[in-house]
Structure formats: structure tokens, C-alpha cells
């Protein structure tokens, strides 16, 4: 038997008010946000100069915000956007405490609303509302994003 | 040159200010792959070039760049003048992708601070400002706007001057810049 394995949510799953509890979580290391922020010229040496981050109040070298969102975002991919279609935007993005390197985060999400695309048919808009959290509980960024989210039925269009 | 430089403190921006940015990035396929895979991201628009072929009766000729890449590198570019002295990043609004980024494109960013205000501590202050990213073609590909906390110069450039030389190896001492 071949079972063929398909991955993501269409547009009429995104019911306004649903919630999604989104897989896996991540742990942060030293080096990913090392990388991160070296490999993308983040100039700022708080991410990249543990006594600097020290001087500055930090326990350490911080995991870039930047990566925090990314990897929040990622996490969300599979339940709110893997079968759609192009990221639109985000709002009111606001970071909560700051991660450190062996600090794990997790993600949940709620449809706040959901439109159908006037130019595009067979497509609609969807934003949702993140919180992406430490496994203390403590919120490390929220944010809205909306996408194209793409309807049954519309497969390959 | 002090640890971080002398002309990115609070006291220097001012609203209506617009940095261009001195350098451009060209984006490479490594790039988007080791942030789309490190952050667990799942869509193949960023890593199945036969997919995209099929997307959206094949708008787009490759795989896309990731959105939060692009937003990183374009930061990036922005960093050293605008956040080089910053102590935390606070927020982002109005974010944006309005043209798609493809592998060997170059990025070009230049930054319009919005406004500057007192912060809840007396040694920092608030800085909001615009954030554009274009392509090698003048095509907007990032637009967000970004809030920071930065250091004073008045609490901070000091201390900051003597980061080096309170660490330099015996022999140096008494080394001065210039």
C-alpha cells in the first residue's frame, strides 16, 4: 500500500479563532545564533562578543531576536503555511525576554481573520496571531503575519 | 576606534535623518538554505525548485528566498549604522515583501529614523526607524519598521573608549589611538 503523504492546512481550514499548537520546539545553541548573526552582518558585537553582552547586562551572548522570530516562524510553517502561497507581511512584532543559548522555544497560533483574494481566485488571505514562548512559559515574541493561503481544490493553480 | 563607534549613540539621530547604507550583499543559495532548514521551515517554496515551477501557474522562475532572510540580511546591512550601539531590540511593524528575492540577487538597504524618545532608563534612549531593502534592479524587496533601545553617549562613550585599552597585553600599556 503507498500512501501519499500531503502537508499543510488550505484556507478553509483557517476558521476564524482556531488555534493551532505547533510542533517540535527548538533549543538554541552558541553557535546558531553565532552563525545567524555573523552570516547575516548583524554589527552589533552584544551578538557576537560574550563579554561585550556581559558589559551591556546580558547573562551572555543573547540569541539574535531576529533568529527568535525566524525560528518561531518556522516552527509555525507546517500547520499555517506550507500549503499556501507567498508570505504577505507582519505587524506589531514585539519581543518578550531574551533567549539564551540552551533556552528551548515552542510556538501557538490563532486565525484572526480570513478574506477572500479579490484578484486571485481560488485563494484567499489569512493572518494569524503567534506566540512564540520558553519552556518557562515566558513570552519571547509575539506578532500577526498573513499570507496567500491557497483553497482546496485549487491545487497547482 | 572604540569597541563599538562613535556616531551611532542615541544623540546622533534624529528624525528625518536617511542613512544609505555603505555595503550590498548578493544573496547566496547557501544563505537561504542554512536559515530556512536551521529554523525548521517546512515550505518548499525556499528548497524544491520543481515545485515552485508549479506554484501559482509558475509566477515565480526559482525558489524564493525566505522572507525572514531577507529581513535579516537587509537589517544587516542597516546595523552598523543604526543599532551598532544598540542594547536591545524592541519591536518591528509593517513589514513587508513586495518583490521576490531569488539567489544572486544583491541587496541595498537604507534606513529613515521616525522618531527619537526618552526610554524608562536614564542611560538609553528610543529610536524607530524605516527600514527599505531594494534589489540591483531599484525593486522594493523589504520594508519593516524597527524600534530599538541605544546607549547614550553622555552615559556610555567613556566607558566604551576604555573597553580596549583596560584589556591590552602588558607590553602595550600606555598604547594610545592615533
Redesign the interface.
Known amino acids: 500500500m503507498r500512501i501519499e503523504v500531503r502537508r499543510g492546512n488550505y484556507y478553509e481550514d483557517f476558521v476564524e479563532g482556531r488555534r493551532f499548537f505547533h510542533h517540535w520546539g527548538r533549543t538554541f545553541t552558541l553557535q546558531d545564533t553565532l552563525t545567524f548573526s555573523t552570516l547575516t552582518q548583524q554589527h552589533n558585537p552584544l551578538y557576537f562578543n560574550e563579554e561585550y553582552a556581559r558589559y551591556l547586562g546580558y547573562q551572555g551572548v543573547p540569541v539574535n531576536p531576529l533568529l527568535v522570530f525566524a525560528t518561531v516562524l518556522g516552527l509555525t510553517v507546517e500547520d499555517l503555511s506550507e500549503a499556501g502561497g507567498p508570505f504577505l507581511g507582519v505587524d506589531d512584532l514585539r519581543f518578550g525576554v531574551p533567549v539564551y543559548p540552551g533556552d528551548t522555544v515552542y510556538a501557538v497560533s490563532e486565525v484572526v481573520s480570513r478574506r477572500e483574494s479579490r484578484s486571485r481566485p481560488g485563494w484567499g488571505i489569512v493572518e494569524w496571531r503567534t506566540v512564540g514562548f520558553n519552556q518557562r512559559g515566558e513570552v519571547v515574541v509575539q506578532y500577526r503575519r498573513r499570507n496567500l493561503a491557497r483553497m482546496r481544490g485549487a491545487e497547482g493553480r | 576606534m572604540a ?2 563607534g562613535g556616531g551611532n549613540y542615541f544623540e546622533d539621530f534624529q528624525p528625518g535623518q536617511v542613512y544609505v547604507h555603505a ?1 550590498g ?1 548578493t544573496v547566496s543559495e547557501l ?1 537561504n538554505y ?3 532548514l ?8 525556499h528548497f524544491n525548485r520543481e515545485y515552485m515551477a ?4 509558475g509566477a515565480f522562475p526559482e525558489r ?1 528566498v ?4 531577507t ?3 537587509c ?3 542597516s ?2 549604522d543604526l ?15 513586495p518583490a ?1 528575492v531569488f539567489h544572486g540577487d544583491t541587496l541595498y538597504a537604507e534606513t529613515e529614523v521616525l522618531e527619537v524618545r526618552e526610554a524608562d532608563r536614564p542611560d538609553a534612549g528610543i529610536v524607530r526607524c524605516r527600514v527599505t531593502g531594494r534589489k540591483q534592479d531599484g525593486s522594493t524587496v523589504f520594508v ?1 519598521e524597527r524600534t530599538f533601545l541605544v546607549k547614550r553617549r553622555s552615559h556610555w562613550q567613556e566607558r566604551d573608549g576604555q ?1 580596549l585599552s583596560s584589556r591590552l597585553p602588558r607590553e602595550l600599556r600606555g598604547w594610545a589611538e592615533g
Open positions: 569597541i563599538t555595503r550583499r544563505d542554512l536559515i530556512t536551521m529554523t525548521l521551515n517546512t515550505a518548499q517554496a508549479r506554484m501559482l501557474e524564493l525566505m522572507g525572514a532572510v529581513m535579516a540580511m537589517i544587516g546591512l546595523s552598523e543599532s551598532e550601539n544598540a542594547i536591545a531590540d524592541l519591536e518591528y511593524t509593517g513589514i513587508s515583501f521576490p519593516g573597553f
